[in-house]
């Protein structure tokens, strides 16, 4: 367990000791499972968070008390990795914005405020909104129809950009240089509906770049940068609030594992998103979303 008197090799033999009918917990395979999913799916727009709900379900380590609500925090806490990942992609960026907040860097100073005001929205609502997610959309249907949802407004988008695209002279997108507050806080409104798990905060604020009229591959630029503070918000608050529950369930090796697995697999998922979606868009992942969602609905209705 993460802490406690005793060694490691006691504290397993104890609590296999005390029931050996029950998991000890989150094994270093599952974990290595959950750190892929997590890093492939994070920063596209498919739910990280709905697909590593659906690998839950599916791996259902033990049945304890207290342990689905761990690994549920665990789902949320895994995204250091990712963060982490990001942030050594996005360093000159994320330096600027430092020194944008000393006023050492105009340009910086103005793309940290956008973020801010995206982050805005997310931060008022989500605490509020936490355990009512938790208990009621943490399933195979809400995930189902937010996947099914997601990629009729996905389609739409991409539809709807490349017809703008054609009709801008070379150079008229934005970049973000270009983004204006009320540009930002849109796209922070947009990621709010991704609370719903299956939805992808992803896929909400790069459809949000679009609909401001940012650049394909600034759309996506955006929504990273913007998971940084998102992301790093959420886990910290979950890794707070759930603590206890997961220290009791879950083993520090594991945890720390699967966060760096995440971290390896999300520096490739991102390297090769934004080349994609300036080349292709994003009409691959909505056909990926629909099929998800039916599939889902196939197997937890037979």
């Not at 380590?61 to 990942?85: F, R, T």
């Not at 806080?185 to 604020?205: E, H």
């Amino acid at each position: 367990m993460w802490f406690g008197n005793g060694s490691f090799a006691q504290n397993r033999s104890e609590s296999f000791q005390t029931d050996s009918n029950q998991s000890l917990g989150m094994s270093y395979s599952d974990a290595t499972i959950y750190g892929l999913v997590e890093g492939i799916t994070e920063f596209l727009p498919i739910s990280s968070t709905g697909h590593l709900i659906l690998v839950s379900e599916a791996l259902k380590e033990s049945e304890k008390a207290g342990y689905e609500e761990a690994i549920n925090a665990y789902l949320i806490v895994i995204q250091a990795g990712a963060i982490l990942a990001v942030a050594l992609i996005y360093r000159k960026e994320l330096w600027s914005i430092a020194l944008g907040m000393l006023g050492l860097d105009p340009r910086g100073k103005r793309l940290g405020f956008n973020l801010f005001l995206a982050f805005l929205p997310a931060a008022l609502v989500g605490p509020f909104l936490d355990d009512l997610i938790e208990s009621m959309l943490f399933g195979l249907l809400p995930i189902a129809f937010a996947l099914f949802a997601g990629s009729l407004l996905m389609g739409w988008a991409e539809s709807r950009k490349k017809r703008q695209t054609s009709d801008y002279s070379m150079g008229n997108e934005k970049t973000l240089d270009d983004l204006t507050w009320t540009n930002s806080l849109f796209i922070g409104i947009m990621q709010c509906v991704a609370m719903w798990p299956g939805t992808s905060r992803s896929m909400m604020t790069i459809v949000g770049g679009y609909f401001v009229g940012l650049e394909r591959a600034k759309a996506a630029e955006f929504s990273f940068l913007l998971g940084l503070i998102t992301l790093s918000a959420a886990a910290g608050y979950k890794s707070l609030t759930k603590w206890e529950v997961m220290s009791a369930n879950l083993e520090l090796g594991p945890v720390l594992c699967g966060c760096f697995v995440a971290g390896m697999s999300a520096a490739l998922s991102v390297f090769w998103l934004v080349g994609y979606l300036t080349r292709r868009g994003l009409g691959l992942f909505v056909w990926y979303r629909m099929i998800l969602s039916f599939l889902i609905l196939y197997f937890y209705f037979t």
